[in-house]
């Protein structure tokens, strides 16, 4: 069963005024019932609509928007001349015609365990990068789109809905002379998206799966939230493990599986004034879960498990009540 104070946690906030209640007993309700980033339930669009766009192109982007996201997530990469992109994957070849353009650029790299031939990102200058079509491999009527920097992607989401870049593979600039974390700082500093002058019209959360990345934030005091990815649950198995993580990070994004299996990881993180935003909701794997649809297997998330806001590549599918 999910928490009591989590199911009702959308409705209550206006209730409270209507009853007259002083501002600081509303904020000593908020501290358990709602988490510092999220005032309603919240759609992320995992790599924009990607469900119907190739990823973390402009296309997917204006069509998250269009749909209606409350933010819209960047993957960020960095090229080799310090340039943020946007890009899930630490390698090129996925996702755009590299293998065509440059045949001769592939490394032998380490990745998440597996030794393979890669076109690495971080091997290539911006320019290099913006000759590769990084819409074809999804659908022929996408050639155009191209690989979009940070830059790019705050000028077609600002104002629009919120940003939710990820640190990706932070592990993979060791020994590069990159300093992600610093670039991020910078480059929302130079879109006015962070401090006390920050554009509430575009809310950043920043997140990451490098636990050492989410201390590093904490140290330099970056300003916005940040949430802590978690692949598995180990690490996160108590109350006191995710206590742990109060004032180094605001929320954790935990693969699914971890608040289906553990349904007090949400309780345990509101409990800490800490929200939970689990990944990745795909119509095309609902099924496989025991669900009729997506906007099912949304609904028990958000309004059973209690969770404060997910990853979809569906937007259009969110369940709003
Ligand atoms: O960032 C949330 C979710 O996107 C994590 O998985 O691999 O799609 O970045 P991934
Ligand atoms: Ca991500």
Redesign the pocket.
Known sequence: MPPAHSLERDHMQPKLWVLGLGVSVLGLLMTATTSAQYSKKTLVA??GASAYAPEHTAAAYRLAIEMGADFV?Q?LAVTRDGVLICL?DASLERTTNVEEVFPDRAVSISLEGRTRRAWVANDFTLAEIKRLDAGSWFDKKFAAEKILTFDEAVAIVRGKAGM?P?L?TPEIYEGRNVDFENLVATALDKHGLRGPKADPKTPIIL?T?GQSSARQLAQIKIGVPVVL?LGDDEGFKTSEQIRAWKGIVQGF?PAKEIVQRNPNFVKWAHAEGMSVTP??FRESDARKSGFKDVTEEMSHFLYELGVDAL?TDNPDKFPRK
């Open positions: 995992h790599r997530e993957d899930h939710f990820e990706k997140q799966f990815l994004g990944y990745t990853f």
